[in-house]
T-cell receptor, first 113, second 113 residues
Framework: GAGVSQSPRYKVAKRGQDVALRCDPI?????LFWYQQALGQGPEFLTY????????KSGLPSDRFFAERPEGSVSTLKIQRTQQEDSAVYLC???????????FGPGTRLTVT | KNQVEQSPQSLIILEGKNCTLQ??????????LRWYKQDTGRGPVSLTI?????NTKSNGRYTATLDADTKQSSLHITASQLSDSASYIC????????????FGKGTTLSVSS
């Protein structure tokens, strides 16, 4: 096993464009988390999946943000009509079961110009 | 408001020296406290996890302490190495499910030769 992988690693988008960020969790991990990490800040929770069910999306900053995990493995975070304040590193983490350690991916650095 | 405060913001030490990083939190309820190491351009990697009843936990040259009464934690790094240069993030979990992680902003440690 490989760890959590994310793609792309870097994304530059013009303001107003839509972007899609992908997370491949560790195989068999039940839980998946998305975080947003602004420059010089700690990560902030966005949303949480258990298998394909999105159990908590309270951290999504606006309705422009949408996440899905249709088959309970790969997840996609979509940001519509990107704005400059969306510029951040988006981290994905997975966990093998309901409780326990989260394993983070390397993140996708999104820059909105 | 749930908050995690870390100090110092940044630190420079010589290779071989020891250092201590501080974390104060106001998070309720409290489930556990974690220290993560985040290398530049990488996702956070867990160093230690401590529950309410644990006062100290070690992981190699890293030793974390927790005082749940004063809501303070520290991370002590012994005999620092160049590879210890990273951001160290204190994270408090407000629930056992791990869906309510409150991240500090991190302390950036630079170890020089």
């Amino acid at each position: 096993g490989a760890g959590v992988s994310q793609s792309p690693r870097y994304k530059v988008a013009k303001r107003g464009q839509d972007v899609a960020l992908r997370c491949d969790p560790i195989s068999g991990h039940v839980s998946l988390f998305w975080y947003q990490q602004a420059l010089g800040q700690g990560p902030e929770f966005l949303t949480y999946f258990q298998n394909e069910a999105q159990l908590d999306k309270s951290g999504l900053p606006s309705d422009r943000f949408f996440a899905e995990r249709p088959e309970g493995s790969v997840s996609t975070l979509k940001i519509q009509r990107t704005q400059q304040e969306d510029s951040a590193v988006y981290l994905c983490a997975s966990r093998p079961r309901g409780v326990g350690e989260q394993y983070f991916g390397p993140g996708t650095r999104l820059t909105v110009t | 408001k749930n908050q995690v405060e870390q100090s110092p913001q940044s630190l420079i030490i010589l290779e071989g020296k020891n250092c201590t990083l501080q974390c104060n939190y106001t998070v309720s309820p409290f489930s556990n406290l974690r220290w993560y190491k985040q290398d530049t351009g990488r996702g956070p990697v867990s160093l230690t996890i401590m529950t309410f009843s644990e006062n100290t936990k070690s992981n190699g040259r890293y030793t974390a302490t927790l005082d749940a009464d004063t809501k303070q934690s520290s991370l002590h790094i012994t005999a620092s190495q160049l590879s210890d240069s990273a951001s160290y993030i204190c994270v408090v979990s407000a629930n056992q499910a791990g869906t309510a992680l409150i991240f500090g902003k991190g302390t950036t440690l630079s170890v020089s030769s």
